[in-house]
């Protein structure tokens, strides 16, 4: 067996590929289906007489707002429209406590830290390191965080200031919160402090591509448990329509909503409301976007089903994976300390994939098991490729052959 697999990595070693799948991105083809949007012919004025073109509206025009108020299930006056991602909106939510938050900003208090349940995204470690806030990893369990841990956490120091969490699709291994999970994270964090920030990143609300738990909306949650003032919950069409190219949406309220105001208001003074315009009358309601993510998830699903029919043929004593029902990310954990390992075998055969560690605050995962796979952005040819690649290179690392 071992001289099979060596023969094996040799093989595919000498195909000379090239294949990339570090990065949860859509395809070509779900790109294409929303063309329509380059070329879409709108009015340069606000249903409200604004002229579009010109300086003004930093929290997004109204007919957007409204757009988002039935995306995120809150209240038009509790929502901000923007521009690009969620990902700019939790920055700017970073930001504006960390500059201006009462009665003590962030950047006044010795060592802020944040908790961020991991497995988690390595762009909002990045994010908190920009600011010298510490990232402290907590488990994630199948219904959401570990609420025994959350609660350890915080008793152990004074000095958190939130948690940052993708409450849906969880980035990278799946997880669904669950509403008994979500209310007693808000009853917990709000016991600790009324200043006490829960941050959500909802980049993939609307992603499913699989019968989904049904979630109750954050902002019903927040709003029953009180902690309305304390939650921000930020969203986009960077995966829906165009990266880069699409609109955000925030919801919250009282502080938090001043805060971003404020820095909104010095840092955007305006965002690009034609665009907002743009994909207001594309989508219209909905009803309309409903039934665009359901185009999104006929070409995501054979991804998923292409990665899970090779990696079901691993040896079940090489590890786990997951089997999400939206987003776009595999986890493998493997039952051994291999993660790095794999992937440098990956790399050897010429597939690319999300650094070990990655998804872990400062790179380091305890265990170095985790690894991250993103099969929507390639071709089925080269996915079939990747993920022979991969299954190869967990069994060489698993046996510990040596090349």
């Given at each position: 067996?071992?001289?099979?697999?060596?023969?094996?990595?040799?093989?595919?070693?000498?195909?000379?590929?090239?294949?990339?799948?570090?990065?949860?991105?859509?395809?070509?083809?779900?790109?294409?289906?929303?063309?329509?949007?380059?070329?879409?012919?709108?009015?340069?004025?606000?249903?409200?007489?604004?002229?579009?073109?010109?300086?003004?509206?930093?929290?997004?025009?109204?007919?957007?707002?409204?757009?988002?108020?039935?995306?995120?299930?809150?209240?038009?006056?509790?929502?901000?429209?923007?521009?690009?991602?969620?990902?700019?909106?939790?920055?700017?939510?970073?930001?504006?406590?960390?500059?201006?938050?009462?009665?003590?900003?962030?950047?006044?208090?010795?060592?802020?830290?944040?908790?961020?349940?991991?497995?988690?995204?390595?762009?909002?470690?990045?994010?908190?390191?920009?600011?010298?806030?510490?990232?402290?990893?907590?488990?994630?369990?199948?219904?959401?965080?570990?609420?025994?841990?959350?609660?350890?956490?915080?008793?152990?120091?004074?000095?958190?200031?939130?948690?940052?969490?993708?409450?849906?699709?969880?980035?990278?291994?799946g997880e669904i919160y669950?509403?008994?999970?979500?209310?007693?994270?808000?009853?917990?964090?709000?016991?600790?402090?009324?200043?006490?920030?829960?941050?959500?990143?909802?980049?993939?609300?609307?992603?499913?591509?699989?019968?989904?738990?049904?979630?109750?909306?954050?902002?019903?949650?927040?709003?029953?448990?009180?902690?309305?003032?304390?939650?921000?919950?930020?969203?986009?069409?960077?995966?829906?329509?165009?990266?880069?190219?699409?609109?955000?949406?925030?919801?919250?309220?009282?502080?938090?909503?001043?805060?971003?105001?404020?820095?909104?208001?010095?840092?955007?003074?305006?965002?690009?409301?034609?665009?907002?315009?743009?994909?207001?009358?594309?989508?219209?309601?909905?009803e309309s976007i409903k039934?665009?993510?359901?185009?999104?998830?006929?070409?995501?699903?054979?991804?998923?089903?292409?990665?899970?029919?090779?990696?079901?043929?691993?040896?079940?004593?090489?590890?786990?994976?997951?089997?999400?029902?939206?987003?776009?990310?595999?986890?493998?954990?493997?039952?051994?300390?291999?993660?790095?390992?794999?992937?440098?075998?990956?790399?050897?055969?010429?597939?690319?994939?999300?650094?070990?560690?990655?998804?872990?605050?400062?790179?380091?995962?305890?265990?170095?098991?985790?690894?991250?796979?993103?099969?929507?952005?390639?071709?089925?040819?080269?996915?079939?490729?990747?993920?022979?690649?991969?299954?190869?290179?967990?069994?060489?690392?698993?046996?510990?052959?040596?090349?």
């Amino acid at each position: 067996m071992h001289q099979e697999l060596v023969t094996k990595y040799q093989k595919l070693k000498d195909k000379n590929l090239s294949i990339d799948i570090t990065r949860g991105k859509p395809d070509t083809d779900q790109l294409d289906l929303s063309n329509d949007l380059i070329d879409i012919s709108i009015s340069s004025t606000s249903d409200d007489g604004i002229d579009l073109r010109n300086y003004g509206e930093p929290f997004g025009i109204m007919e957007a707002r409204k757009l988002g108020s039935e995306l995120l299930d809150a209240p038009v006056d509790n929502i901000l429209a923007g521009e690009q991602s969620s990902l700019l909106l939790t920055y700017q939510t970073v930001l504006s406590n960390f500059l201006f938050a009462k009665p003590t900003p962030w950047k006044d208090i010795q060592n802020p830290k944040f908790i961020c349940p991991v497995p988690g995204f390595d762009r909002h470690f990045m994010m908190l390191e920009d600011f010298g806030i510490e990232a402290v990893g907590i488990p994630l369990k199948e219904d959401g965080i570990d609420l025994d841990e959350f609660q350890n956490v915080l008793n152990s120091d004074d000095s958190y200031v939130g948690i940052l969490c993708v409450p849906k699709h969880s980035n990278p291994s799946g997880e669904i919160y669950s509403d008994a999970n979500l209310e007693q994270m808000f009853k917990i964090g709000s016991n600790y402090s009324d200043k006490f920030l829960f941050l959500f990143d909802h980049a993939y609300l609307i992603h499913d591509f699989l019968p989904t738990p049904k979630q109750k909306p954050l902002w019903e949650l927040a709003t029953k448990m009180n902690v309305q003032d304390q939650t921000v919950i930020t969203t986009s069409f960077s995966k829906v329509t165009f990266g880069g190219g699409g609109i955000s949406f925030m919801a919250t309220a009282g502080h938090s909503l001043d805060l971003i105001k404020k820095v909104r208001t010095t840092m955007i003074i305006c965002p690009d409301k034609l665009n907002q315009k743009r994909h207001v009358e594309f989508f219209k309601n909905i009803e309309s976007i409903k039934l665009h993510m359901e185009k999104h998830a006929n070409l995501i699903r054979p991804k998923f089903e292409v990665a899970y029919s090779y990696l079901k043929e691993l040896p079940k004593e090489c590890g786990t994976y997951s089997k999400p029902t939206g987003g776009y990310f595999i986890t493998y954990s493997t039952s051994k300390p291999i993660a790095t390992k794999v992937v440098e075998l990956c790399k050897e055969m010429g597939v690319l994939i999300t650094p070990a560690g990655s998804t872990f605050p400062k790179n380091y995962d305890p265990n170095n098991s985790v690894i991250r796979l993103a099969p929507t952005y390639v071709s089925r040819d080269d996915l079939e490729s990747a993920m022979e690649v991969f299954t190869t290179a967990v069994q060489l690392a698993h046996s510990e052959v040596k090349i």
